[in-house]
């Protein structure tokens, strides 16, 4: 068996690869992987330190930030779009759970996401 670190689109994973018996019959190497965390991406400059906030406002789909439509101390009221992303080529917002002030923006234009994932904060 032979160990590899591979990338695939920003995401990190250790493959161990089991080697065949080299008969012409044999099956072709089987391949596990098991998701690795991946080095943070960098933060925006004007954005505040990663949970500044005590409302967390979340991604509800895996996706790509597409744009932020909020900066860090702008009020914003419940409904108000704070982030942008784009999954499936559909924009999708992602709303203030309620009026507050803007206290991080926990990503950037481009940035991967998961599902739940912390995008920004409000106080």
Do not use: H, W
């Not at 979340?58 to 790509?64: C, L, V, W």
């Amino acid at each position: 068996m032979k160990n590899y670190t591979i990338t695939v689109n920003g995401n990190v994973y250790d493959v161990t690869v089991e080697e065949g018996t080299g008969s012409a019959g044999a099956a072709a190497p089987v391949a596990k992987a098991a998701p690795k965390p991946a080095a943070a991406p960098a933060k925006p400059a004007a954005a505040a330190s990663a949970g500044a906030g005590s409302v967390r406002i979340e991604a509800g789909a895996a996706g790509k930030v597409f744009k932020i439509e909020k900066s860090v101390g702008q009020a914003v009221n419940k409904g108000d779009a704070v982030i942008i992303i784009e999954a499936m080529k559909m924009e999708i917002p992602v709303v203030a759970p309620q009026d507050g002030t803007v206290a991080s923006i926990d990503c950037a234009v481009g940035d991967p996401c998961a599902a739940g994932q912390l995008l920004a904060t409000l106080n």
